[in-house]
């Protein structure tokens, strides 16, 4: 899992599915790159001398936030960290659990208030023209 951060700004901003290959980070990439950062912090991979120059590439672990982005992911999500009979390990439902946690950390628990309040108002209100 590729994953991409504001190093001011908590949460994660944008992540790919996939393994550490140049083609699964040219789609992270294409999402990145529209805005326009004044540099990239990077881990030092050697994919990204392929996508990032020189003067905007800075290769540090101090500057970033991605570490602690992907603790926080795998605190919540186990099928992250390891392989068991607990949940599906299909893909489409790993991103779909991966969409849900980050959503739950950006906005937290009020949406999902929200939520259970309207589909208990809902139940609640008797359907037009039954008796």
Request: aromatic share 12%.
């Amino acid at each position: 899992m590729w994953t991409a951060v504001n190093k001011n700004i908590p949460g994660i901003l944008a992540w790919v599915l996939g393994d550490r290959s140049s083609e699964t980070f040219k789609v992270l990439w294409q999402i990145i790159s529209c805005w326009h950062s004044y540099f990239y912090v990077t881990d030092g991979n050697p994919v990204y001398p392929c996508f990032i120059s020189n003067e905007d590439h800075i290769v540090s672990k101090t500057m970033t936030r991605v570490e602690g982005e992907n603790s926080r992911l795998r605190h919540y999500l186990a099928r992250l960290h390891r392989k068991t009979f607990c949940y599906s390990k299909s893909e489409e439902m790993l991103r779909y659990s991966i969409r849900l946690v980050i959503h739950y950390l950006k906005y937290g628990t009020d949406v999902l208030r929200a939520l259970c309040a309207r589909k208990l108002q809902a139940m609640a209100t008797p359907a037009a023209g039954i008796a």
